[in-house]
């Protein structure tokens, strides 16, 4: 069955001290969340176990991203998470500290719903 995305989110996060890739992504992930509040399902009837969620992560160091446990913070639907180069590291003259930035896009899908509905008029 073909899906249509029906939500696209974005959030920033960081860590400025640990260096924890995994942290940073979290928290964008969390940010991306907060902008949304999703009334669809409950007004269509559609469970939420048919949304399928894609999550990528942006971060300077891929690799240093636990995509499960990303994963495990979404709150609806079948979670994809996957890390690519981008994000941001910004390091401190001084202590040498480097900063963690991580930006996220949350895509949520749905099988198509054409068809199923008609509007009163």
């Known amino acids: 069955m073909s899906e249509k995305r029906i939500i696209l989110e974005m959030g920033t996060g960081n860590d400025l001290y640990g260096q924890d890739y995994t942290k ?22 559609i469970d939420h176990s048919e949304m399928r969620v894609m999550v990528t992560i942006a971060v300077q160091d891929p690799d240093k991203v636990d995509c499960d446990l990303v ?34 896009a949350i895509e949520a899908w749905l099988p198509d719903q054409a068809g199923n509905y008609r509007l009163n008029t």
């Open 24 to 45: 940073a992504a979290r928290r964008a992930v969390q940010d991306a969340l907060h902008h949304s509040s999703i009334t669809l399902f409950s007004k269509l009837g």
């Open 71 to 104: 994963a495990a913070d979404l709150p609806r639907g079948r979670a994809e998470v996957r890390a690519v180069k981008g994000g941001l590291n910004v390091t401190d003259a001084e202590s040498d500290a480097v900063h963690v930035v991580a930006t996220a």
